[in-house]
């Protein structure tokens, strides 16, 4: 497809439990960022990737998250012991090379949903 | 740190009706971006402002800068349901060309 790709589109897990929360940059973008939005607020940086390596990791809340990005396209957001705080939308967004005056616009997927129970 | 505040945060009117959203941020922003989103949908860019007294229109809406103020506008003329959506601003911190802050949104309901 022509956009960004986020899979799954909805996960429910319990508290404690491991996921994978996957996102298919488009094609040729070379940086790729994670962003959470929780109910009612903006979304919040993360993380973000240029190329293969985490360029700046700042965002993630605590050491429980954690993401790759092996082969510089796809990319995975990975979350230990889940908790119910966790619970937001998990957005993810790429460009052509990070933000510069030419304009590298960011363009986002439709996120996943992660609700902890 | 760069802050980004919008207000209002709830707006609801009446079709054909104007008004604007305001959003002001706390630090130097390189550009200053307006994205939309409907329910369940993605970020939808809108407008990036690159300079002070930089104005951008896209039918109904229009957006402005000012950067001295600290302080971007998402004006909306005549008003239609299609408008209905939440509108958030976010600005670039300064030390980077890439981490966006954003306000909370503006969830805009256009009433016929």
């Known amino acids: 497809g022509a956009g960004v790709s986020q899979t799954p589109s909805n996960k429910v897990t319990e508290k404690g439990k491991y996921v994978e929360l996957r996102c298919d940059p488009i094609?040729?973008?070379?940086?790729l960022y994670w962003y959470r939005q929780s109910l009612g607020q903006g979304p919040e940086f993360l993380i973000y990737f240029q190329g293969t390596g985490a360029a700046d990791d700042s965002g993630l809340p605590n050491d429980r998250f954690f993401a790759v990005r092996p082969e510089g396209s796809v990319s995975t957001l990975k979350i230990q012991r889940t908790e119910r705080g966790d619970s937001a939308v998990y957005l993810c967004?790429?460009?052509?090379?990070?933000?510069?005056?030419?304009?590298?616009?960011?363009?986002f997927g439709q996120g996943t949903r992660l609700t902890v129970v | 740190e760069l802050k980004v505040e919008q207000n209002p945060l709830f707006l609801s009117m009446q079709e054909g009706k104007n008004y604007t959203i305001y959003c002001n941020y706390s630090?130097?922003?390189?550009?200053l971006y307006w994205y939309r989103q409907d329910p369940g949908k993605s970020l939808e860019s809108l407008f990036v402002l690159l300079s002070n007294g930089a104005v951008k229109q896209e039918g109904r809406l229009m957006a402005s800068l000012d950067t001295k103020a600290r302080l971007s506008t998402l004006h909306i003329t005549a008003a239609v349901h299609d408008l209905s959506a939440t509108y958030f601003c976010?600005?670039?911190?300064?030390?980077?060309?890439?981490?966006?802050?954003f306000g909370k949104g503006t969830l805009l309901t256009v009433n016929p």
């Open positions: 967004a790429s460009s052509l090379t990070p933000g510069g005056p030419m304009n590298t616009e960011a363009f």
């Open positions: 094609s040729g973008h070379t940086a």
């Open positions: 976010a600005g670039i911190s300064g030390g980077s060309n890439y981490k966006l802050t």
């Open positions: 630090t130097t922003s390189d550009r």
